[in-house]
């Protein structure tokens, strides 16, 4: 086995032993063998399986050479998330709230500061079983211009909240998600900078 092929096809392209095992007509078991002989450290199973979710690389990347408006949308994105986001999912970026502006925004920091592609962006709605779920439906996918086959199914809640929040709900909660744990540890690491300057 040499070490530099070996090197190439587990930490260049990323292959798995399995893959590489193929691709050289060994056994996995084989590959492995000669990666702890040649002290290549082996990656952990969650690196392992976001590789295979995501073949192609990172589904985003952060823009380099903010402007002042990058700038400030980055910063507001970063809040709103440390705010309104659901910072407890290990496996996704995730957040709530239901005013439409709000979500667009934090959809713009994430399309044009890291380069997520909108159509990776699912959502789900909770509403309260008095509202009219096709019009809730219909209201966010023209208000956040989705395809219907972003939106997970609607959540239908018992209604028995009055006065205010109700009234503020009245298109439910809307929830976004981005899948990826990356990104998440990376928004996470980001606020936790933040928290250190306060």
């Given amino acids: 086995m040499d070490k530099q092929i070996l090197k190439k096809l587990y930490i260049n392209e990323?292959?798995?032993?399995?893959?590489?095992?193929?691709?050289l007509s060994v056994s996995p078991s084989k590959v492995n063998y000669w990666l702890k002989?040649?002290?290549?450290?082996?990656?952990?199973?969650?690196?392992s399986q976001y590789i295979k979710q995501n073949p192609n690389g990172d589904p985003f990347s952060k823009k380099l050479n903010l402007s002042k408006n990058d700038l400030f949308l980055c910063g507001l994105g970063l809040g709103l998330y440390w705010g309104e986001g659901t910072k407890a999912s290990p496996s996704s970026v995730?957040?709530?709230?239901?005013?439409?502006?709000?979500?667009?925004?934090?959809?713009?920091?994430?399309?044009?500061?890291?380069?997520v592609d909108k159509s990776r962006i699912t959502f789900s709605i909770q509403i309260f079983h008095d509202l009219n779920k096709e019009g809730v439906e219909a209201f966010w996918r023209k208000e956040l211009q989705a395809r219907k086959s972003q939106f997970y199914k609607t959540t239908v809640s018992p209604s028995q909240s009055t006065g205010t929040y109700?009234?503020?709900?009245?298109?439910?909660?809307?929830?976004?998600?981005?899948?990826?744990?990356?990104?998440?540890?990376?928004?996470?690491?980001?606020?936790?900078?933040?928290?250190?300057?306060?």
């Fill in 94 to 115: 995730r957040l709530g709230n239901t005013d439409p502006k709000l979500i667009r925004c934090f959809i713009n920091f994430l399309e044009k500061i890291y380069n």
């Fill in 14 to 23: 990323k292959l798995s032993s399995a893959q590489i095992g193929k691709k």
């Fill in 37 to 47: 002989k040649f002290n290549i450290q082996k990656r952990s199973l969650s690196e």
């Fill in 166 to 198: 109700k009234k503020r709900s009245q298109h439910g909660v809307i929830t976004i998600y981005f899948n990826n744990t990356k990104l998440r540890n990376i928004l996470v690491s980001e606020i936790e900078k933040l928290r250190q300057m306060y």
